[in-house]
């Protein structure tokens, strides 16, 4: 579809962006560039590609005896700047802390651009490389990377170094389109290296950002203020890896709960215990809309930057009956900044984005109530049983939810027999994003799902009677308190809706719980019915903590339950982990495999129920996945890196771990969807 100038202009605007045309003629630049990249220490990065456009954007701060208020965009063909295509001027204000964005657009369809910024001064950034979405009809594969969970104050980068080395000895017509970045660009909770002199865990504690207005909660800190925001994004931006891959490819970005809040949900943060935080969620989002090229709707759309609207921290008595508070400045808080969105790339692929922090309602098994359902010495996991009851709520067994939950022998009255069930998108966004699966006509529709809907499950109703303590009840544990674990009857009211239009090629694509893992998605398991309806991948963290070194460092070696979490091989050998054993395999597999180090002997306790949906599951891995989408097939490589603690000079990024991949083909209605490894290369953990 073409779209004139003039309506490029009033989008432009929309997203806080100024308009850069593309001329029919291209000529050598005539701009007197000298690169400085000190002038504009965040570097350059381009977002949310379109076939005719996309955004570019950096920032260029006053510095001692040099302040601009105007930068020059330049486009090119080439990375010389002998043929630009397209320019403009910019604005730069302190109001949005010195960061310009720009709309280039009457782009070619799936073609590499340049791009730079200079100053009146004559001093430039650094040359961004950014690249078009194919057009609608283009049948080619279509190759993507997606990445999540960077901790720059603990961790390095050095997964992106990997990604861009691989991907420059990569033929042109099979490198990487765009990176998806599925949330925790940033993590706003900070531990100053004086907080902790001993580290956290093993890792050394960087000192990238300071909060000039930040509170200070045991021994971490969080921002308050905009300000304190826009210093966070700042200090991970410094991130040379970070900013290598920025400026090669765009990105496409949506956030999870750290860009505001680590136990945030709508404005509200949790801290032993909710309280209204309306005007810390406007400062985040508009810190993430200033630091991030995207194509977001803000609330005033005609006004050519985010304009904070006016709240206060006021708690929330009101609910609809799907969890969203009603008081006023949540709703405008939380409505400041819509990210669900969807993009398209040529006929095979359509990128569905959903928001799953900011209308989703309270987690259920962080609310008061849910305190009496805690097992005690099972680490990190909760009762399945219990999660369900609780999430379904008075729409639980058919709108016949128990007066009480069985639970450690005595019956706990039901606290939410008569509310609503839970919502992880809300009802508004939840319409939208059905929609979007009913009428897209891409063969694949690859849902950017922030958090993973596969569960994660422990059999701990089968430990043998010697090994204690007691599970509390007859079902299975579950992980995953804040995922789409605990939003359970919304997650089986996609599901059901994706069967009966009979939709097929979904594949979600997953960050945050800092693991890899390929598995199908069903909404329920054995010794339920088991009916696979969507593919699902996740990626690992870029530098952040996972389970398993969680795990090493938390759980006592004397704990009875260790060794279905850590598995301990003889000798001075590293500790592998048994968690990826325990939920494939069984908890008995586990403890057979710590008893004996036999993996077959371990393998003839597995418990064939526990995890049909799960192919591939690593909670220690660090790196990047990357899709390759066909008209007929679906490829996900997981690429994986060691234990990211210090950054290497190294131009790949340093060793590999491993790299697997899966493949699946397209189903039909009357099918359900097969997952098969194809390639495996290095050493996989313990994982069979």
């Known amino acids: 579809m073409l779209i004139s100038r003039r309506k490029f202009i009033e989008l432009a605007a929309s997203f806080g962006a100024s308009l850069a045309w593309r001329s029919v003629f291209s000529c050598p630049s005539e701009i007197p560039w000298h690169e400085r990249r000190d002038l504009f220490p965040q570097g350059v990065a381009s977002g949310d590609p379109h076939s005719n456009s996309v955004i570019l954007w950096t920032r260029r701060p006053p510095a001692a005896g040099s302040q601009t208020r105007e930068l020059v965009l330049e486009i090119a063909e080439d990375p010389a700047f002998r043929r630009v295509i397209a320019g403009t001027r910019s604005s730069l204000s302190a109001e949005s802390d010195w960061t310009s964005r720009v709309l280039a657009a009457g782009l070619k369809p799936r073609r590499v651009y340049w791009y730079r910024f200079t100053d009146e001064h004559g001093f430039g950034s650094r040359v961004g490389r950014t690249i078009t979405a194919p057009s609608p009809k283009d049948n080619r594969p279509v190759s993507l990377a997606f990445v999540s969970c960077q ?42 290296p004086e907080d902790r002199p001993q580290g956290y865990y093993a890792r050394r504690l960087r000192d990238i950002v300071r909060y000039s207005h930040g509170e200070k909660i045991n021994d971490f800190h969080v921002p308050t203020t905009v300000d304190d925001y826009r210093a966070l994004y700042r200090g991970y931006l410094s991130d040379p890896d970070l900013q290598d891959a920025r400026a090669r490819w765009p990105f496409v970005c949506m956030w999870d709960n750290h860009e505001f809040s680590w136990k945030g949900w709508q404005s509200q943060q949790d801290f032993s215990g909710v309280r209204p935080a309306q005007t810390r969620k406007v400062a985040a989002n508009q810190a993430w809309f200033e630091y991030q090229p ?48 969807t993009l ?52 639980y067994n058919g709108g016949k939810p128990p007066d009480k939950i069985p639970f450690n022998g005595t019956d706990v009255p039901n606290p939410r027999r008569h509310s609503a069930p839970q919502s992880m998108l809300g009802i508004s966004q939840k319409a939208w994003f059905l929609e979007k699966l009913r009428w897209s006509s891409a063969r694949w529709k690859l849902w950017g799902n922030s958090v993973g809907m596969l569960d994660w499950r422990l059999d701990f109703q089968n430990l043998p009677s010697d090994v204690g303590p007691r599970w509390p009840d007859s079902g299975y544990a579950t992980f995953g ?23 097929t090629g979904i594949a979600a694509i997953c960050g945050d719980r800092h693991a890899f893992e390929a598995g199908l998605v069903s909404s329920s398991l054995p010794p339920r019915t088991f009916e696979p309806l969507m593919v699902e991948f996740i990626t690992a963290s870029i530098s952040a903590p ?143």
């Open 344 to 395: 398209r790339w040529g006929r095979n692929v359509e990128l569905i984005l959903t928001d799953n922090r900011s209308f989703r309602s309270e987690p259920v098994m962080h609310r008061s109530g849910a305190a009496a359902f805690q097992p005690r010495q099972f680490p990190y996991v909760s009762s399945e049983n219990v999660v369900e009851v609780l999430d379904g709520g008075r729409a």
């Open 151 to 192: 901790k720059v104050s603990m961790g390095s980068s050095t997964a992106y170094r990997r990604t861009i080395s691989e991907d420059e000895q990569t033929a042109d017509q099979d490198q990487l389109g765009f990176v998806l970045h599925l949330g925790d660009f940033v993590y706003e909770v900070v531990w100053y």
């Open 481 to 503: 308190l804040d995922d789409w674990s605990a939003y359970r009857h919304e997650r089986a009211e996609i599901l059901n809706f994706i069967r009966h239009q009979r939709i």
């Open 546 to 688: 996972g389970l398993f070194e969680g795990a090493e460092y938390s759980i006592p070696k004397d704990h009875p339950l260790r060794s279905t979490y850590l598995y301990q091989p003889s000798g001075t050998a590293a500790l592998k982990p048994a968690i990826n054993f325990s939920l494939m395999h069984g908890v008995r597999a586990s403890l057979e495999l710590q008893k004996t180090g036999d993996l077959r002997r371990a393998l003839a306790q597995r418990n064939d129920q526990l995890a049909p949906h799960l192919s591939f599951l690593d909670v220690g891995a660090h790196g990047y996945s990357v899709v390759r989408a066909g008209s007929e097939t679906l490829e996900v490589e997981f690429v994986c890196i060691p234990r990211p603690l210090e950054r290497t000079d190294s131009k790949d990024g340093g060793p590999l771990a491993y790299r697997v991949t899966h493949r699946v083909k397209r189903w039909t209605p009357e099918t359900a969807p097969r997952l098969a490894r194809t390639r495996v290369e290095g050493n996989l953990p313990l994982v069979v």
């Open 294 to 341: 995207a194509r977001v709707v803000k609330s005033q759309p005609a006004i050519d930057r985010y304009e904070p609207p006016v709240v206060s921290d006021k708690p929330i008595f009101k609910y609809d009956d799907h969890g969203l508070g009603l008081e006023p400045g949540n709703l405008a808080a939380i409505n400041s900044l819509k990210l669900y969105r």
